[in-house]
């Protein structure tokens, strides 16, 4: 029909709304102050060379340079190669933790305060103690060698440097191992019970009762693992000085990444390009790229766990 028209909304729903607003306004604030604002920093600034006091528009350059730019494909390849590698060692030996825990009859209290206190040591000193403790004449390696064992140079060798990285992330897995302990005490004992009458071993109990009930907590541990990976900066570059014998010193200019560039990452040469060389603009495009590796290994790893929920029949 023709000339219909539609009455306006209510007064009392659109003070409603203006109510909702209201109460967003926190975090509308923070999100344009703090994500949108700075994003879009980001994107202008990645089409200029910005040394913080000059500002010239020079179009894809930066990007092009990025294609050409050898260190920043180690960086990558390195940050590609935590992701892969560290935060499944991480997160599987946080669950094994987590599951031992719940299986022992005296002592867990005790045994739990244990695997959480390295997750209470400072960064930077717990990276130079381990550093030491594996130093080619360290405690470890020594231990190593009783069993007839050539003991490699954890830090002072490219094919070790990033193991060490992975052995040192596995130390600090305290938070981890608590969120995986309090998503296990939470699983329902008459579900273990059920199974266990109708002949289900232990392995069988696991993958169809434990791993559904925890994949929240799961999905939640890998996604922010995954994150925390991508921007993995403080243990390499620490780990790196101090097992180069390098201190900051004026007119000093250690490319970070010993040794040989085994230790390098994104966020590390990211750093260097805009702190170090001052070529912010440059920076800009590692930033980008790095927000970019992000979104999208959450947005798939968020889809995999969804899949494999749905799948299991998995927790809601």
């Known amino acids: 029909m023709s000339g219909v028209t539609h009455a306006a909304p209510p007064r009392w729903r659109r003070g409603e709304g203006r109510k909702a607003l209201l109460w967003m306004s ?16 980001t994107v202008y600034f990645s089409f200029h060379r910005y040394d913080l006091f000059t500002l010239e528009f020079i179009g894809l350059d930066n990007y092009r340079y990025f294609l050409h730019d050898d260190r920043a494909w180690v960086s990558i390849k390195n940050t590609l190669w935590l992701v892969v590698f560290m935060v499944p060692a991480q997160v599987l030996f946080g669950l094994a933790v987590a599951q031992l825990l719940t299986r022992l009859k005296a002592g867990s209290g005790f045994f739990r305060t244990v695997f959480y206190l390295p997750s209470l040591v400072p960064l930077v000193a717990g990276t130079v103690s381990f550093v030491f403790l594996m130093n080619p004449s360290g405690p470890l390696n020594q231990i190593i060698e009783l069993f007839g064992i050539t003991a490699p140079d ?64 799961l999905m939640f541990s890998t996604v922010t693992g995954v994150i925390y990976a991508l921007q993995y900066f403080t243990q390499a570059m620490i780990a790196s000085r101090v097992a180069a014998g390098v201190t900051d010193s004026p007119g000093s200019s250690f490319v970070p990444g ?17 702190f170090r060389d001052f070529s912010m603009g440059y920076a800009c495009v590692l930033a980008l790229l790095l927000f970019a590796a992000s979104v999208i290994f959450t947005l798939v790893l968020i889809r995999r766990f969804r899949t494999f929920a749905d799948g299991q029949g998995g927790n809601p």
């Open 26 to 41: 926190p975090w509308l604030v923070g999100f344009a102050v703090f994500f949108a604002y700075p994003l879009a920093a």
């Open 258 to 274: 010993y040794p040989e560039l085994s230790t390098l990452t994104l966020p590390q040469w990211l750093f260097h390009a805009g």
């Open 154 to 217: 954890w830090f002072g060798d490219k094919d070790w440097a990033k193991p060490g990285l992975t052995l040192l992330a596995m130390w600090g897995i305290g938070n981890t191992m608590m969120i995986f302990l309090a998503a296990l005490l939470d699983v329902p004992k008459h579900l273990y019970e059920a199974a266990a009458i109708d002949g289900a071993g232990g392995w069988r109990q696991f993958r169809s009762i434990t791993l559904p009930m925890i994949s929240p907590v």
